[in-house]
């Protein structure tokens, strides 16, 4: 006779991978079919828990007895039939599947009690699909947002029940496997057999490895789309309603813009929309959320107080260009388009504007790569504004006849109107950096 020991170390990043989600404030839970000290043993080692932070529910030997909490020792720590003492203590639970169903014959526990004891365990061992599948529906039901990571048979139904379910595959399998494993049936009970890769059928992603860096790719990918989305809505927000009001301000002074003047500043926002839309996440998860919605007030007031200092530093500055714009050098409504000093203030305005815009609500850190990161996108929005400044100030004839401005009187206050654009500036981007301090400390 002999002894056999056998070891099944843990695959190389799983470590790190779980390390990040847990820094991340995510809480990883474990399912499997495996022993619980198997399963408690793999929880330690993953640095998920400590031995002392877990306790070993066991259910009564009779009828009517009571639960038991047993650290890793075997030595109780609680006895008791109450699921609030249960519930009382500070460490997680290991709970086996036939716990599980113990707990739901318990006549003098309530639907709730019996949920938050779920919610309570971390590590969930001799458990049937069925029973992984309840799991998930139960932390679903109590509000939590649940991803799932299966590898088998046994986890379609957790994988369809989680919100995001990712099947993980061993290896990829060839053309021959793929098209064999289509039709292929059981035999006497007539029953399919699922390949290896069939838990990809209820998933909605699938990851071609068998580690759980999909489950961080996942999250960094989904709240780097999330925060795109978001940042791009108030850009939007902010560019029509500032559109809107400039094209009023220009038909009440009976001024336009000429054609070349639109298609030269109108294609710095398509340039900045591309960039920005392209954002890539960064490799390490932040604890703080993102923001679900725009509809929230860090979202909102934000862009009211940016909208607000716009239209004031626009309002001043068609003052002040009224006061230098000789009412009979107005074009007609239909005649041919001349340029004016208001009309050559507003336009530079307006597209330092949209910089600013681009600049101060691209999100970046801590959920995409700072606009740093990047060479070409910064560096198009500092040469955008040099040569709104340059233009301002008039300081380049050339400039001045491809945007088909008006060359400005040497008694005009151009220091105004740079100024009226560092203040509109400055303004905008305190108030970025204090939601970004109140809503991620940075």
Not at 276 to 288: E, F, G, M, R
């Amino acid at each position: 006779c002999g002894f056999m020991t056998t070891d099944c170390p843990l695959k190389k990043d799983s470590k790190k991978e779980i390390a990040n989600l847990l820094q991340s404030k995510h809480r990883v839970v474990i399912i499997t079919g495996d022993n619980q000290y198997t399963a408690a043993h793999v929880c330690f080692e993953l640095g998920i828990l400590k031995p002392p932070q877990l306790l070993f529910l066991r259910t009564p030997m009779q009828d009517g007895g009571k639960f038991s909490l047993i650290d890793i020792e075997d030595k109780v720590m609680l006895e008791s039939r109450s699921a609030r003492e249960l519930l009382s203590v500070s460490q997680d639970l290991c709970i086996t599947g036939y716990a599980l169903e113990y707990i739901n014959a318990v006549k003098d526990w309530t639907e709730e009690e019996r949920a938050e004891v779920v919610r309570k365990g971390l590590v969930f061992a001799r458990v049937s699909p069925s029973q992984k599948d309840y799991i998930v529906g139960v932390l679903n039901k109590l509000g939590e947002f649940t991803l799932m990571c299966g590898d088998g048979t046994n986890d379609v139904g957790s994988l369809k029940r989680a919100h995001t379910g990712i099947a993980l595959l061993n290896r990829e399998e060839t053309e021959e496997e793929k098209k064999r494993n289509r039709n292929r049936f059981a035999g006497a009970m007539g029953e399919p057999v699922m390949a290896d890769g069939d838990a990809s059928i209820a998933a909605p992603f699938t990851y071609r490895y068998d580690s759980i860096k999909s489950a961080v790719t996942v999250l960094r990918q989904g709240r780097c789309a999330l925060v795109s989305t978001i940042q791009m809505y108030k850009m939007l927000a902010i560019n029509c309603l500032m559109l809107a009001c400039s094209l009023s301000f220009l038909y009440h002074q009976g001024l336009k813009s000429g054609d070349w003047q639109s298609i030269y500043f109108g294609i710095p926002i398509t340039v900045y929309f591309y960039f920005i839309s392209n954002a890539k996440p960064l490799d390490k998860l932040h604890s703080q959320k993102p923001p679900h919605t725009i509809f929230s007030f860090y979202q909102l007031v934000p862009i009211a107080i940016q909208f607000i200092t716009h239209i004031t530093g626009l309002i001043f500055l068609t003052n002040l260009g009224n006061k230098y714009t000789n009412p009979e050098d107005l074009p007609k409504p239909d005649g041919q388009f001349k340029p004016t000093i208001l009309n050559t203030v507003i336009m530079i305005y307006l597209s330092f504007v949209d910089a600013t815009n681009s600049f101060i609500n691209y999100e970046g850190e801590p959920f995409m790569e700072s606009l740093w990161k990047g060479k070409v996108l910064p560096t198009i929005l500092i040469v955008h504004m040099a040569g709104l400044t340059v233009a301002a100030l008039d300081w380049s004839a050339d400039l001045r006849g491809l945007l088909e401005l008006k060359e400005l009187p040497k008694d005009f206050p151009s220091h105004l109107v740079v100024g009226t654009m560092v203040i509109d500036f400055v303004i905008c981007f305190a108030v970025k950096k204090y939601v970004r301090w109140k809503l991620y400390g940075l």
